[in-house]
């Protein structure tokens, strides 16, 4: 109760202080908060409990907020409650009054418990004595004046203790709130992450880290057997990243110009030079080069994918359901599993700066044909004021190692114009060895793109791209050539094509229309090529039908249609139908179909038949794969009207890394990709490294944020793989369901670095922590708000915590050592408290941690000193 500005005497549940804290904390308090408080005024037999209620704030989140119940009446403290909402306030040294201002710094604000007044903007509101409450510690007033005066609504919850506070205006918090919010979205996007620690890559001299191999074997009766070995290489060396394949086949004579080897040194993080590539570069060239180039390569273009501005329609024929993986520089940005017929589309993200973009294919059924083919996306943008170049130079394997130097530079003038050119230098070429060039590239309003470029004396190209809400999407292509160039090793000196794909949904059809025309102009005459497909789904099969005509100056048109459709069959069998049709008179000229079985988990049987009536031959082809844990192997046979051939296959890949202690088998590739291997451990020592006695620990769960495929090992480790070298990964820790409370992680999330072809081991170490605890007391019971401070033995302070409503203190976190706790100095000289020296106690942490909670601090007035 309260009773004038004197303390009341209160009913109190006595509590040994020597039962554990939490024992108190989890059973007792909730169910007795009678405390004595000082006050200026209140009514004379009211009862009152000091409480911690939960307040909840809209875009701010929740405290527990200490308070003062009455009966049915709350009071809150106005010095953590505006705390929390960054109001700037400040309270006088006896908690009789705070000043500060709300929001606008000329918007002051003084309450005032002694003359019971609350003054704000120039304006006084007396006070009741029952609307404000001052203890020893704290300032509580009625949640009614803060709706009236500062527009903070509030609604208390009595059965469950909670608050809920809503503002009429945008408080500082909330503020802040939206601006991290914001700032945290940007970051997502621009994929940059807030992280408590990071590991940069290192350079390690020399490191072996993955193998891709392969062997493949064919027997034909007519012909000598044929064996063909792949072996890739990758590790590190000299700090980059080294690259090597070796390509052997029985009938062929080992070749140089068949081999790749290639040493890449990369640092995204330079502004001047970012890549130098050594051995087989890509050339990039004007002329056409069908040989590999040996030489040196310097960019300052980085190796991850920037910001894409737009999307760039390529689409091409493969073998029906294979995988096709595009790649820009050499990282993996979208996969698409080819239709019945083969035909694939995909929507190329159109990337600022230089962009190598490359298609690899893969089969389904472990044939897995390793075939790349390098595309050039016309437009190149850069972010404005930004300049980037690259400059080659190296030696060609065409038997007359003719000279080839490319140097080649682009500027962003604006967000929406790139200008370019450079010089390139062949010396094979008789007219154009030396070949200046221009290019830019333009956006214009209503997606259209504009993309330019001249090469003297070898000819020139326009391209225009036009993209609709709806996503029609429109591309015009010219190109001229000069007829006396040399550089171009193309017979045509001019062509012209057309593409139109638009998005069709009808009925029970949803897919791709696309029409596409070019024609080649000849010096006697015209080649055109027109062609129109319609690709997509209907009633839940999958259909393409392609009409293709050919016409030139001194032939008949030949005009056929091909239509493929996949059918799903009971017991799993997919069936692929194919029929051909020629319009000039011979009619169904071929037929063809495809079983396909998974036989059971990684098994799969593959059967087709073809026939082709205008050569009056079929072809039988049977082919069975199977996936063991280190190799992927397949049987295959083909027979046909003539011959039967039988081949056999086996590939895989390791992953090696003896400081890590990995060496891992697997069946698919994973060449010039990254790993990352977590090893939670329990640190028995606090050294933050793992020793031989220290266990791994379990329960720790680990979310990437970007990729990589995740693979918990029989030891307890968490290994990340196949993960895109050279770029920030971050990575998010969630340790709820560690064994014990005690222990700890001090870092939760992480950016690392990651190096291609290395698997980088990651210790986690898992701290055990210990609990202090005690009371801090007056000569009548405990007191709330007192500040004690722990201290290490060279006497840093670690923390610093708050006593609760009944004097109680506690902290779990403290590593093994020796401390001591002292209530705070300042604070005790301004509520009149003589000086308490400070307690000694020590923590020796075991698995489970450790715990001291028998500290009593006993505050005396300094009324009570006897001096």
Same mark, same amino acid.
């Given at each position: 109760?309260?009773?004038?500005?004197?303390?009341?005497?209160?009913?109190?549940?006595?509590?040994?202080?020597?039962?554990?804290?939490?024992?108190?904390?989890?059973?007792?308090?909730?169910?007795?908060?009678?405390?004595?408080?000082?006050?200026?005024?209140?009514?004379?037999?009211?009862?009152?409990?000091?409480?911690?209620?939960?307040?909840?704030?809209?875009?701010?989140?929740?405290?527990?907020?200490?308070?003062?119940?009455?009966?049915?009446?709350?009071?809150?403290?106005?010095?953590?409650?505006?705390?929390?909402?960054?109001?700037?306030?400040?309270?006088?040294?006896?908690?009789? @009054?705070?000043?500060?201002?709300?929001?606008?710094?000329?918007?002051?604000?003084?309450?005032?418990?002694?003359?019971?007044?609350?003054?704000?903007?120039?304006?006084?509101?007396?006070?009741?004595?029952?609307?404000?409450?001052?203890?020893?510690?704290?300032?509580?007033?009625?949640?009614?004046?803060?709706?009236?005066?500062?527009?903070?609504?509030?609604?208390?919850?009595?059965?469950?203790?909670?608050?809920?506070?809503?503002?009429?205006?945008?408080?500082?918090?909330?503020?802040?709130?939206?601006?991290?919010?914001?700032?945290?979205?940007?970051?997502?996007?621009?994929?940059?992450?807030?992280?408590?620690?990071?590991?940069?890559?290192?350079?390690?001299?020399?490191?072996?880290?993955?193998?891709?191999?392969?062997?493949?074997?064919?027997?034909?009766?007519?012909?000598?057997?044929?064996?063909?070995?792949?072996?890739?290489?990758?590790?590190?060396?000299?700090?980059?990243?080294?690259?090597?394949?070796?390509?052997?086949?029985?009938?062929?004579?080992?070749?140089?110009?068949?081999?790749?080897?290639?040493?890449?040194?990369?640092?995204?993080?330079?502004?001047?030079?970012?890549?130098?590539?050594?051995?087989?570069?890509?050339?990039? @060239?004007?002329?056409?080069?069908?040989?590999?180039?040996?030489?040196?390569?310097?960019?300052?273009?980085?190796?991850?994918?920037?910001?894409?501005?737009?999307?760039?329609?390529?689409?091409?024929?493969?073998?029906?359901?294979?995988?096709?993986?595009?790649?820009?520089?050499?990282?993996?940005?979208?996969?698409?599993?080819?239709?019945?017929?083969?035909?694939?589309?995909?929507?190329?993200?159109?990337?600022?700066?230089? &962009?190598?973009?490359?298609?690899?294919?893969?089969?389904?059924?472990?044939?897995?044909?390793?075939?790349?083919?390098?595309?050039?996306?016309?437009?190149?943008?850069?972010? @404005?004021?930004?300049?980037?170049?690259?400059?080659?130079?190296?030696?060609?394997?065409?038997?007359?190692?003719?000279?080839?130097?490319?140097?080649?530079?682009?500027?962003?003038?604006?967000?929406?114009?790139?200008?370019?050119?450079?010089?390139?230098?062949?010396?094979?070429?008789?007219?154009?060895?030396?070949?200046?060039?221009?290019?830019?590239?333009?956006?214009?309003?209503?997606?259209?793109?504009?993309?330019?470029?001249?090469?003297?004396?070898?000819?020139?190209?326009?391209?225009?791209?036009?993209?609709?809400?709806?996503?029609?999407?429109?591309?015009?292509?010219?190109?001229?050539?000069?007829?006396?160039?040399?550089?171009?090793?193309?017979?045509?000196?001019?062509?012209?094509?057309?593409?139109?794909?638009?998005?069709?949904?009808?009925?029970?059809? @949803?897919?791709?229309?696309?029409?596409?025309?070019?024609?080649?102009?000849?010096?006697?005459?015209?080649?055109?090529?027109?062609?129109?497909?319609?690709?997509?789904?209907?009633?839940?099969?999958?259909?393409?039908?392609?009409?293709?005509?050919?016409?030139?100056?001194?032939?008949?048109?030949?005009?056929?249609?091909?239509?493929?459709?996949?059918?799903?069959?009971?017991?799993?069998?997919?069936?692929?139908?194919?029929?051909?049709?020629?319009?000039?008179?011979?009619?169904?000229?071929?037929?063809?179909?495809?079983?396909?079985?998974?036989?059971?988990?990684?098994?799969?049987?593959?059967?087709?038949?073809?026939?082709?009536?205008?050569?009056?031959?079929?072809?039988?082809?049977?082919?069975?794969?199977?996936?063991?844990?280190?190799?992927?192997?397949?049987?295959?046979?083909?027979?046909?009207?003539?011959?039967?051939?039988?081949?056999?296959?086996?590939?895989?890949?390791?992953?090696?890394?003896? =400081?890590?202690?990995?060496?891992?088998?697997?069946?698919?590739?994973?060449?010039?990709?990254?790993?990352?291997?977590?090893?939670?451990?329990?640190?028995?020592?606090?050294?933050?490294?793992?020793?031989?006695?220290?266990?791994?620990?379990?329960?720790?769960?680990?979310?990437?944020?970007?990729?990589?495929?995740?693979?918990?090992?029989?030891?307890?480790?968490?290994?990340?793989?196949?993960?895109?070298?050279?770029?920030?990964?971050?990575?998010?820790?969630?340790?709820?369901?560690?064994?014990?409370?005690?222990?700890?992680?001090?870092?939760?999330?992480?950016?690392?670095?990651?190096?291609?072809?290395?698997?980088?081991?990651?210790?986690?170490?898992?701290?055990?922590?210990?609990?202090?605890?005690?009371?801090?007391?007056?000569?009548?019971?405990?007191?709330?708000?007192?500040?004690?401070?722990?201290?290490?033995?060279?006497?840093?302070?670690?923390?610093?915590i708050l006593s609760q409503s009944d004097g109680y203190f506690s902290y779990l976190g403290l590593k093994s050592g020796n401390y001591s706790a002292q209530p705070d100095s300042s604070q005790l000289e301004r509520l009149d408290f003589i000086k308490i020296e400070p307690i000694n106690f020590n923590l020796?942490? =075991?698995?489970?941690?450790?715990?001291?909670? &028998?500290?009593?601090?006993?505050?005396?007035?300094?009324?009570?000193?006897?001096?």
């Amino acid at each position: 109760m309260l009773n004038g500005g004197n303390f009341l005497n209160n009913k109190k549940f006595l509590v040994d202080r020597n039962l554990p804290g939490r024992f108190f904390m989890c059973f007792l308090l909730p169910f007795f908060f009678l405390f004595q408080f000082s006050s200026y005024a209140a009514k004379p037999t009211l009862e009152c409990d000091e409480v911690l209620v939960l307040l909840q704030v809209k875009h701010i989140g929740s405290i527990q907020l200490p308070s003062i119940i009455c009966g049915e009446e709350i009071y809150l403290s106005v010095t953590d409650l505006f705390n929390f909402l960054k109001i700037r306030n400040v309270q006088k040294d006896d908690f009789s @009054s705070i000043s500060g201002y709300f929001i606008n710094q000329e918007d002051t604000f003084l309450i005032d418990a002694s003359n019971l007044e609350i003054t704000y903007k120039n304006k006084t509101v007396s006070l009741k004595p029952e609307d404000i409450i001052s203890t020893k510690t704290r300032l509580f007033l009625k949640p009614e004046y803060f709706e009236d005066l500062f527009g903070l609504k509030s609604s208390f919850t009595f059965y469950d203790l909670s608050v809920k506070l809503e503002s009429e205006i945008e408080l500082p918090s909330i503020k802040e709130a939206r601006r991290k919010e914001i700032q945290a979205n940007i970051r997502q996007v621009n994929q940059e992450y807030l992280a408590d620690t990071t590991i940069e890559r290192n350079h390690p001299f020399f490191h072996f880290g993955k193998a891709n191999w392969a062997i493949n074997t064919t027997q034909n009766p007519r012909l000598p057997v044929q064996n063909r070995f792949n072996m890739a290489l990758g590790g590190l060396l000299a700090g980059g990243e080294f690259t090597g394949i070796l390509n052997y086949t029985t009938n062929q004579e080992l070749s140089s110009r068949n081999q790749f080897y290639r040493w890449r040194y990369v640092n995204n993080e330079s502004r001047f030079l970012r890549q130098v590539t050594l051995g087989k570069i890509n050339n990039n @060239s004007i002329a056409s080069i069908f040989n590999p180039v040996i030489g040196i390569q310097l960019t300052n273009a980085p190796t991850y994918v920037r910001k894409s501005f737009g999307t760039y329609v390529l689409s091409d024929y493969t073998e029906p359901d294979w995988t096709v993986e595009l790649y820009i520089n050499n990282v993996l940005v979208d996969y698409i599993t080819a239709d019945a017929s083969g035909f694939f589309s995909f929507d190329v993200p159109l990337i600022y700066g230089s &962009n190598a973009v490359e298609l690899r294919y893969f089969g389904p059924w472990g044939e897995e044909k390793i075939s790349q083919q390098d595309f050039s996306i016309p437009f190149n943008f850069l972010p @404005s004021n930004e300049f980037e170049y690259s400059i080659s130079s190296g030696a060609v394997e065409d038997g007359e190692n003719s000279i080839f130097s490319q140097a080649r530079f682009n500027y962003g003038i604006s967000r929406d114009l790139s200008v370019g050119g450079g010089v390139e230098y062949l010396s094979s070429l008789e007219k154009n060895r030396i070949i200046p060039f221009l290019n830019t590239s333009l956006r214009l309003p209503y997606n259209i793109l504009l993309s330019g470029d001249y090469s003297h004396g070898v000819g020139y190209r326009g391209i225009l791209n036009y993209t609709s809400p709806s996503n029609l999407r429109l591309e015009l292509n010219y190109t001229k050539y000069n007829e006396t160039q040399d550089a171009v090793r193309f017979s045509y000196t001019e062509e012209r094509k057309a593409v139109l794909s638009v998005p069709v949904k009808i009925s029970s059809f @949803s897919g791709l229309s696309r029409f596409s025309f070019r024609q080649n102009i000849f010096q006697l005459h015209q080649y055109t090529n027109a062609e129109w497909l319609l690709s997509g789904n209907l009633f839940g099969f999958n259909l393409n039908l392609t009409t293709t005509a050919f016409f030139n100056s001194f032939s008949d048109a030949f005009i056929s249609s091909r239509i493929t459709t996949s059918v799903k069959l009971p017991q799993g069998i997919v069936f692929i139908p194919q029929l051909t049709y020629e319009y000039s008179g011979n009619g169904l000229t071929s037929v063809q179909g495809q079983l396909k079985k998974q036989l059971f988990e990684k098994a799969h049987l593959q059967v087709s038949y073809s026939r082709n009536f205008n050569y009056d031959q079929f072809y039988l082809q049977l082919g069975f794969t199977y996936e063991l844990p280190f190799s992927r192997v397949g049987l295959f046979s083909s027979t046909n009207k003539n011959q039967t051939s039988f081949s056999q296959s086996a590939a895989g890949s390791l992953t090696f890394d003896p =400081g890590a202690g990995y060496l891992k088998f697997n069946n698919t590739p994973d060449l010039g990709r990254g790993d990352l291997k977590f090893q939670p451990f329990l640190d028995l020592n606090a050294n933050q490294k793992r020793d031989k006695n220290e266990p791994l620990v379990e329960g720790m769960a680990i979310r990437s944020i970007g990729g990589g495929i995740r693979e918990k090992t029989k030891e307890g480790t968490i290994l990340f793989s196949g993960l895109e070298p050279y770029i920030i990964h971050h990575f998010i820790l969630n340790t709820s369901n560690l064994n014990r409370i005690a222990w700890r992680v001090e870092n939760e999330t992480f950016n690392i670095s990651v190096n291609p072809n290395q698997l980088k081991l990651i210790e986690i170490p898992v701290a055990i922590v210990g609990e202090v605890a005690g009371f801090v007391y007056d000569s009548k019971e405990g007191i709330a708000g007192i500040q004690i401070n722990i201290f290490n033995e060279k006497e840093e302070l670690v923390v610093s915590i708050l006593s609760q409503s009944d004097g109680y203190f506690s902290y779990l976190g403290l590593k093994s050592g020796n401390y001591s706790a002292q209530p705070d100095s300042s604070q005790l000289e301004r509520l009149d408290f003589i000086k308490i020296e400070p307690i000694n106690f020590n923590l020796n942490n =075991g698995q489970d941690g450790d715990i001291v909670d &028998n500290l009593e601090f006993a505050l005396k007035d300094l009324s009570e000193n006897p001096e």
